[in-house]
T-cell receptor, first 115, second 113 residues
Framework: AQSVTQLGSHVSVSEGALVLLRCNYS??????LFWYVQYPNQGLQLLLK??????LVKGINGFEAEFKKSETSFHLTKPSAHMSDAAEYFC?????????????FGIGTKLQVIP | AAGVIQSPRHLIKEKRETATLKCYPI?????VYWYQQGPGQDPQFLIS???????DKGSIPDRFSAQQFSDYHSELNMSSLELGDSALYFC????????????FGQGTRLTVV
C-alpha cells in the first residue's frame, strides 16, 4: 500500500525566503505523486504532479518539486515566498488499491508567511 | 472547463438527522472519490466508485452509504448524524490512468448541531 509522510505540520517563513515543504513516500511500485494546495474554506487545487516523465517538476505559482527515488522524497520548494502562498499544502500519492486507483494524502503542512 | 460540482456547499443538520451530499464529476471521468476533512485534519478517504461500482472503501462509518448513478453522479448518504460528523466533505473525480490527478470539488461543509 502506498503512503506519504509530511514532515512538519506548520512551517513559517519570511516573505522572500525559500519555501521548503517536505514529503516522503512509501510505495511498492513507481509512484505517482502530487502536491495540492488548500486555501481557507476552499477545495484542493493541484500545484504539480510527478508521473515519471521528469524528476524535476514545475507547477503553478512558482512552485517546483524534485522526485528523488534514492531518498523516497518529493519535497516542494519555492525560491521566494509571497504572502499569497500562505495556505495548507498536501502531498498525495496515487496508486492501486485492490485493483483500483486510490489517492492517499499526507497530514498537510500549514505554511505561514511572515511579512 | 467543467469542474467537479458538489451540492450543497453548506449544510446544517441536527443530531440524529440525515444528510445527502451530491457530487457531479467531470464528464468522462470514470472514478469518483469521497473524502472527509475534519477541522485541522487531512482529507480522509471514505469510499470510491469506478464505473458505478464501489471500488474501494476507507474509513467510512456504517451510518454512511454512497452510490453512483447511471449518469455518473454520486451521492453520499449520512444517517444518525453525530456532532463529530461536522466536516468538509470533498468529492473528486479522475479519468482512467494512474498518472492523472484527482480533480476536487469545492466541498460541502456539513455542520451538525
Amino acid at each position: 500500500a502506498q503512503s506519504v509522510t509530511q514532515l512538519g505540520s506548520h512551517v513559517s517563513v519570511s516573505e522572500g525566503a525559500l519555501v521548503l515543504l517536505r514529503c516522503n513516500y512509501s510505495s511498492s511500485v513507481p509512484p505517482y505523486l502530487f502536491w495540492y494546495v488548500q486555501y481557507p474554506n476552499q477545495g484542493l487545487q493541484l500545484l504539480l504532479k510527478y508521473t515519471s516523465a521528469a524528476t524535476l517538476v514545475k507547477g503553478i505559482n512558482g512552485f517546483e518539486a524534485e522526485f528523488k527515488k534514492s531518498e523516497t522524497s518529493f519535497h516542494l520548494t519555492k525560491p521566494s515566498a509571497h504572502m499569497s502562498d500562505a495556505a495548507e499544502y498536501f502531498c498525495a500519492v496515487r496508486g492501486k488499491s485492490g485493483g483500483y486507483q486510490k489517492v492517499t494524502f499526507g497530514i498537510g503542512t500549514k505554511l505561514q508567511v511572515i511579512p | 472547463a467543467a469542474g467537479v460540482i458538489q451540492s450543497p456547499r453548506h449544510l446544517i443538520k441536527e443530531k440524529r438527522e440525515t444528510a445527502t451530499l451530491k457530487c457531479y464529476p467531470i464528464p468522462r471521468h470514470d472514478t469518483v472519490y469521497w473524502y472527509q476533512q475534519g477541522p485541522g485534519q487531512d482529507p480522509q478517504f471514505l469510499i470510491s466508485f469506478y464505473e458505478k461500482m464501489q471500488s474501494d472503501k476507507g474509513s467510512i462509518p456504517d451510518r454512511f452509504s454512497a452510490q453512483q448513478f447511471s449518469d455518473y453522479h454520486s451521492e453520499l448518504n449520512m444517517s444518525s448524524l453525530e456532532l463529530g460528523d461536522s466536516a468538509l466533505y470533498f468529492c473528486a473525480s479522475s479519468p482512467t490512468g494512474a498518472d492523472t490527478e484527482a480533480f476536487f470539488g469545492q466541498g460541502t461543509r456539513l455542520t451538525v448541531v
